[in-house]
């Protein structure tokens, strides 16, 4: 993974410069050499400082992964903004998160104008980022604490699903979930092993097209608690 470090006088623009480097170098793999003005407003606007421990809150603005507590992580900026331009959020959009972790990338996607409905497996995480989002105005963000392999079937179809932990293999509710013309983004893969971001994409015959993007490293999909 491309990674652009500041140390603690990282700001939202070089943030955003290192976003738009990573983007650039690794455009030949993902074909998003650069980024939508959308979404790099979304990345410039969402204060990541209001999401990680207050022990990392120094090195929030660097473009690298930081650890969050449960052995869960922050992702890396310009991960999350390569998701969400892979997925092509547009206003009013209906998205399924799986892994809301601290809720950064869930706030993103509203800061897109996206209606999110987002499933965190450890619980404490799933309450934090519940109240960290309502207290920093991003009522359109519904969070739950349960196990996210069988997606959230209540309000399906999504019009994209983003998946922010690697599992081993695709889980088919997930797809069943999508409306046709829309996308899932998922690293796939084992925590040991080489893992690769997928973009699954439905046709309107109810078929998918798969792209492998890039290799990534994500924590595992943990699945089977409720």
Known sequence: MLRHLFGASATS???LGA???DAQETGALTGRPEFSDAVMDAMRTVPREAFVPKAEAAFAWE???????HGQTISQPYIVALMTELLGVEPGARILEIGTGCGYQTAILCAMGATVYSIEVVEPLARAAAARLTDLGYAQATVRAGDGGGGWPEHAPYDGIIVTAAAPSVPP?????LKPGACLLIPVGRAAMTQNLQRICKRADGSCETT???PVAFVPLTVGRS
């Open 63 to 69: 473009n690298r992964p930081l650890p969050i507590g």
């Open 212 to 214: 492998a993007v890039l």
């Open 13 to 15: 623009e070089t943030m």
């Open 19 to 21: 976003i738009a480097r």
């Open 173 to 177: 509710a997930l797809v069943d979930q």
